[in-house]
């Protein structure tokens, strides 16, 4: 599923508590799956959507002003709107094993997602992810170890990802950074779903055409600092200056570009005397910077892919393909 010979630069798994699980479907008409990030009971969430074309689901529930803060999983998926459907599948998990916000008789899982358009890469326009692909997802997450290395590449959402307006294959990639001081103990990483209109951004390398497909990027961050939603939202809004680093173009109207941040509260984030808003700005950028490389990440993990309808190869650097 991914490239051997790409180094990898920490994962998501980082963050203790973090889970990953990944479903898909390759071949027959399919290239397409989901990703689920499964956080530990009571992390708090939220979200930044800068693309002109998103397709999300109860990302107005991660405002700061609204009445939940607990996030019970995110959902990255594939199948454009359509694949939101995956979403009831995690739902159904997190229900069948009492996560979600406590009502009269049960629970309500908070389970945002968001897609990627990759609708017909694989010959078939009507196969894309579903409630049964969702539930899968999340069980693979849940059935994973503490700490476990993260599958890249042509994995998950990232199944039929592509980059550069459809030309080359995008996948899954994922990354992490450690804060420094007194705040070593904090970590803070990032997966990606890597779909973009845009390449990587290279001085004097010119934009790609726009082209006929839609597109978008997709990013979870992770922290064990204890932040409250509106630092979790910032934290995403901080976390975009990543993606531009990353890609260029982005944020564009064929974009969906969104960023989710989960912040577990394990650990106090200590701020110095002098300049108490010190430790945050770090944590903020570490968050941009973990984006980055997971962006790349993804990018490099990615291996060539052909179906009835396109073959896209894996992208490669000037350098690369001398």
Same mark, same amino acid.
């Given at each position: 599923?991914a490239?051997?010979?790409?180094?990898t630069?920490g994962?998501?798994?980082?963050?203790?508590?973090?889970?990953?699980g990944?479903?898909?479907r390759?071949?027959?008409g399919?290239?397409?799956g989901v990703?689920?990030?499964?956080?530990?009971p009571?992390t708090?969430g939220s979200?930044?959507?800068?693309?002109g074309g998103?397709g999300?689901h109860e990302?107005?529930?991660l405002d700061?002003t609204t009445l939940?803060?607990?996030?019970?999983?995110v959902v990255l998926?594939?199948?454009?709107?359509?694949?939101?459907?995956?979403a009831a599948?995690?739902?159904?998990?997190c229900?069948?094993n009492?996560?979600?916000?406590?009502?009269?008789?049960g %629970?309500?899982?908070i389970?945002? $997602? =968001?897609?990627?358009?990759?609708l017909?890469r @694989? +010959?078939?326009?009507? /196969?894309r992810?579903?409630a049964?692909?969702g539930y899968?997802a999340?069980?693979?997450?849940?059935?994973?170890?503490e700490?476990?290395?993260?599958?890249r590449g042509n %994995?998950?959402a990232?199944?039929? $990802? =592509?980059?550069?307006?459809g030309?080359?294959k @995008? +996948?899954v990639?994922t /990354?992490?950074?450690?804060?420094s001081?007194e705040?070593?103990h904090?970590v803070v990483?990032?997966?990606?779903?890597?779909?973009?209109?845009?390449?990587p951004w290279?001085?004097?390398?010119?934009?790609? $055409?726009a082209?006929?497909g839609?597109n978008?990027?997709?990013?979870?961050v992770?922290?064990n600092?204890q932040l409250?939603?509106?630092q979790?939202?910032?934290?995403?809004?901080?976390a975009?200056?990543?993606m531009a680093r990353?890609?260029?173009?982005?944020?564009?109207?064929?974009d969906?570009?969104?960023?989710f941040t989960?912040?577990?509260?394990?650990?106090?984030l200590i701020?110095?005397v002098e300049?108490p808003i010190?430790?945050?700005?770090?944590?903020?950028?570490?968050?941009a910077?973990?984006?980055?490389?997971?962006?790349?990440?993804g990018?490099?993990?990615?291996t060539?892919?052909?179906?009835?309808?396109?073959?896209?190869?894996?992208?490669?650097t000037p350098?690369?393909?001398i």
């Open positions: 599923m490239r051997t010979d790409s180094p630069t994962a998501i798994t980082d963050v203790p508590g973090i889970r990953v990944h479903a898909q390759i071949g027959h399919w290239l397409t990703s689920v990030v499964l956080p530990p009571g708090i979200v930044d959507v800068r693309g998103p999300t990302t107005d529930a700061p939940v803060s607990t996030v019970d999983a998926t594939g199948g454009s709107a359509y694949g939101l459907a995956s599948g995690v739902q159904r998990w229900e069948e009492g996560r979600g916000f406590p009502v009269p008789g %629970v309500v899982p389970v945002p $997602a =968001a897609a990627i358009f990759d017909g @694989g +010959g078939d326009f009507s /196969a992810p579903d049964d692909m899968q999340a069980l693979a997450a849940a059935n994973s170890s700490g476990a290395d993260v599958d %994995v998950g990232g199944a039929g $990802a =592509a980059i550069g307006a030309t080359f @995008g +996948g990639g /990354a992490s950074v450690q804060l001081g705040n070593v904090i990483g990032a997966l990606a779903v890597v779909n973009a209109a845009g390449l290279q001085p004097g390398r010119a934009a790609p $055409a082209g006929e839609l978008t990027t997709l990013v979870v992770a922290t600092a409250t939603v509106a979790a939202k910032r934290t995403s809004t901080a975009h200056a990543g990353a890609l260029n173009p982005v944020h564009t109207m064929a969906g570009d969104t960023i989960l912040a577990t509260g394990a650990q106090t701020s110095s300049l010190a430790a945050m700005i770090e944590l903020q950028s570490a968050a910077e973990a984006v980055r490389l997971a962006i790349g990440d990018i490099a993990q990615a060539q892919v052909s179906t009835p309808v396109q073959t896209w190869p894996e992208f490669r350098q690369e393909s």
